[in-house]
Each structure stands twice: as structure tokens, then as C-alpha cells.
């Protein structure tokens, strides 16, 4: 650098965030990834985006999970950018294999006929157990214990706007035992059978087991008919590991594990969470994060609102907003039959 003029940088223009959290009273919480070694890079952009808009306030520990141990590399490079503590998990084989009732020339027929089909992920055996593992095991680990919420994180998402307060208290604060920020129409061929489980365990085997105020109304327009194919969309998602740590969820979980669909069909593990949240949980228990400006391939998030976009710093283009300008949303379905008001977005939305 050839311009001496230029002072460089001294510790004052460094300003440490530490002082104003060093008595932070945090949740009892933690992030959490199921990754793959391969995914390094992509997850990094993950928790840089993480830690930017959420993190660095609070330092929130991180719980990272995989079938095969994480690479010294791995764990040096994700520990550097997180602010919390990290914990690398090599997942137990027998939450990522086949059970003995599983046929798995039959589960190799279902993976020829999807591949043939043209199905995405569905030849793939190692979504399935990612699937059965993010639907009944993760909580099961032993990080977990002891522990009270999480929220998942995935390689390459994005948070396009501050998320100015602690997700996690707020939890804790409101009694929420799930949050979301948003959700959509599962490809109907994905799930064949899967409603009709849910309904044999929750209408036939367990009816004490449903909520009083259930939220049946978000997942069936036509009283248990037929599902509408609305889920949460998992890969954001803040949760009460209490409730998945429930005998009404497991036993839920064990139903549909023994009908074998995570393997005869390519059942997935956000319908199943949703459809848990629908019959077990209550309305306000249930939560929808509002202006994340999250982005999931091929999804985003993006408030509308000047005021917001200003607010939170949002980087995302408005336009691009899925929750209440694509017809595959289930957002406003969700305001609905919670009684919510739908925001007044489109008169209000700027290009
Ligand atoms: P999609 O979001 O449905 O397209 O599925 P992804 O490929 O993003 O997988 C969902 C999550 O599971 C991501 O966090 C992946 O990193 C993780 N994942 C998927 N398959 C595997 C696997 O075989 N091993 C490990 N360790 N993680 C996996
Ligand atoms: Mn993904």
C-alpha cells in the first residue's frame, strides 16, 4: 500500500460487542446442524450470515451433527466463526440405519421407481435417513441433554435482515413450542400414506393425545379428508426439544417409523414435524418470525415494508417475497386460522 497518508486501523475502530453482553442472562438453547464434511464452505456462509445478523449479540452455543466424523479441518473452521461454544457429533448408527422390520429390497425398489420417476431425492438413500434422523433421533442425542430449545441451521441459507432480538427468549418468554418463518405445499408423491397414519394414531389409537385447541384447520380444509399439503418448511426452524422429547411425539414418530415410509416412500421430516405441531400442540403455541429476509433454495423471505426494510437492515429484493406474493405459500393460511390479520403488503409494497 503505496499511500502512507492513510492511518491504519487502531484498536478504537474495532468496537467490541463483549461489553454489552457479558451479563446477558441467554436462554437454555442451542443452534444446530446436520452437515456433511463436503458442505464446509456452504455452512460457513450459513453461520456468517447467522452470527451478522443474530449471534454476535448473544453467543449461542452450536451443535453440529453428522454420519461421519467431522475433519479436523471442519471443526477448526466452523469453531473460528462461531461465538458460542461448538459441539461435533458423530451420529450413533442406530439413529442412521435401516430397522430390522425394514425390507430393504423393497426400499431399493421404491429408490428405482422414484429415480425413474424423475422424483428429486428420490433415489437418494441418505435423504431418507437424514429424514428419519431430523424427524425422531436429533433431539436423542446425547448434546441435547439437558438442553431446552434449538433452532436448526442449514448449509447455504441466508438471513438478509437483522433478526434484532433473541428468537430463543422469546420462545421461553411466550411458551412457543415452535417457530417457523415459512411454510408450503410438500410434493404430494413424496408422502404417500403419511396422512393416513397420522390420522389412524391420532383419531383412531390416541384421540386423548390431540390438543384441545389443535390447529387441524392449518393442515385440512376438508375435516381430515384429505391433508392440504401444508408444512413448515424445517430447514429454519426454533423448537422445544421438550415437546420432541414428549411420549405423544415419540410414540407418533414410532407409528409412522413402523409403517416404513421414511424407506417405501421418501417421507419428510417437515410434513411430520407439522402435522405434529397440528394435532398435539395448541394455536398459540406456534409462532411465525416475521422480516428474517431468510432464503432456502429456492425460497425467500423478504418484508415489503419500507419501515422494515429500513428497521432491519434487509438486503433482499422486495419483489422476491415468498410468503404473500407466491400462490404455494401457506403464510396467509397460517394468519387465518390463527385469526391473525393478513398485513396490508400489497397496497404497501415498493420496487
Ligand atoms: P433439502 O433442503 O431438502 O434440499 O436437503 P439438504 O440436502 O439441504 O439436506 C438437509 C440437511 O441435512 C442439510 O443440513 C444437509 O447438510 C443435511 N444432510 C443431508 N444429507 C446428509 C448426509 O447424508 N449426511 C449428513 N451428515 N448430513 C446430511
Ligand atoms: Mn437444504
Keep these: 500500500n503505496s499511500d502512507e497518508s492513510v492511518p491504519l486501523p487502531s484498536d478504537s475502530h474495532f468496537v467490541e460487542l463483549e461489553s454489552e453482553v457479558s451479563s446477558y442472562q441467554r436462554a437454555n438453547a442451542s443452534f444446530f446442524s446436520l452437515v456433511r464434511n463436503e458442505e464446509l464452505y456452504s455452512l460457513l456462509e450459513s453461520i456468517t450470515h447467522v452470527e451478522t445478523r443474530f449471534n454476535q449479540r448473544y453467543h449461542y452455543d452450536w451443535i453440529f451433527a453428522n454420519d461421519e466424523p467431522f475433519t479436523e479441518t471442519f471443526k477448526r473452521e466452523v469453531q473460528n466463526l462461531v461465538s458460542g461454544n461448538c459441539t461435533f457429533v458423530t451420529i450413533p448408527e442406530e439413529y442412521w440405519s435401516y430397522p430390522d422390520f425394514i425390507d430393504q429390497d423393497k426400499a431399493r425398489a421404491t429408490r428405482e421407481r422414484m429415480t425413474k420417476a424423475g422424483i428429486i431425492y428420490g433415489g437418494s438413500e441418505s435423504y431418507r435417513h437424514m429424514c428419519r434422523f431430523n424427524s425422531g433421533f436429533f433431539y436423542k442425542l446425547d448434546a441435547f441433554k439437558g438442553i431446552k430449545?434449538?433452532?436448526?441451521?442449514?448449509?447455504?441459507?441466508?438471513?438478509?435482515?437483522?433478526?434484532?432480538?433473541?428468537?430463543?427468549?422469546y420462545m421461553e418468554d411466550n411458551d412457543l413450542k415452535y417457530g417457523f418463518t415459512m411454510a408450503l405445499h410438500e410434493l404430494a408423491y413424496t408422502i404417500n400414506g403419511l396422512f393416513d397414519a397420522t390420522k389412524e394414531f391420532f383419531n383412531e389409537l390416541h384421540p386423548e393425545y390431540v390438543s384441545k385447541n389443535n390447529h387441524i384447520d392449518f393442515i385440512s380444509q376438508d375435516e381430515q379428508q384429505s391433508y392440504n399439503l401444508c408444512h413448515y418448511w424445517s430447514n429454519f426452524e426454533l423448537g422445544d426439544l421438550d415437546f420432541l422429547r414428549s411420549k405423544e411425539y415419540n410414540e407418533y414418530f414410532d407409528h409412522l417409523d413402523s409403517k416404513g415410509g421414511f424407506f417405501y416412500e421418501r417421507w419428510g421430516d417437515a410434513p411430520i414435524h407439522t402435522l405434529a405441531v397440528s394435532y398435539l400442540l395448541t394455536k398459540n403455541e406456534t409462532h411465525y418470525f416475521d422480516n428474517t429476509g431468510y432464503y432456502h433454495v429456492p425460497h425467500t423471505q423478504c418484508p415489503t415494508l419500507v419501515k422494515d426494510r429500513m428497521d432491519y437492515h434487509c438486503i433482499c429484493q422486495p419483489s422476491s417475497d415468498f410468503n404473500w406474493g407466491n400462490v404455494d405459500s401457506c403464510v396467509p393460511l397460517y394468519h387465518d386460522t390463527k385469526g391473525m390479520k393478513r398485513p396490508d403488503r400489497y397496497t404497501a409494497m415498493v420496487y
Excluded: A, G, H
Design 149 to 169: 430449545y434449538y433452532w436448526r441451521v442449514e448449509p447455504d441459507i441466508q438471513f438478509n435482515c437483522d433478526l434484532p432480538f433473541d428468537y430463543f427468549k
